[in-house]
């Protein structure tokens, strides 16, 4: 029973239209364990809880002083970092372990 509900019934669906199937327990029958329903939405309302929102300031500018997008040479820069940070933690601690008598046997010999 991998799909009780077929994707080509779901990929037909429009929008805030959603399906599901919940299980029970064995002194808890649930009839009707497969459903479909709808969210309906106060588009008025909606429209006016907007108007109050508020933009989201940006926390970070990707953008160096000539107006170009950094934010992959951020990333990679970052990234590689992580990876520098992990290898000297990981020599580090290889260090400690093998420098201390009661931990030395956790280390590998080749």
Known sequence: MDSLIPASKISNLTQGIFVG???????ECIKQKIFHAGIVVDN?????????CQKIPDI???????????????????????KADVKRIVAEELKRISEDKNLRHLIKKE
């Not at 008025?44 to 109050?52: I, N």
């Open 21 to 27: 199937a919940v299980s029970d327990n064995f002194d």
């Open 44 to 52: 008025v309302a909606v429209a006016r809880e907007t108007k109050t």
């Open 60 to 82: 970070l500018d990707f953008r160096d002083k000539d107006g170009n997008d950094t934010m992959q040479t951020e990333i990679e820069r970052n990234y590689n970092q992580i």
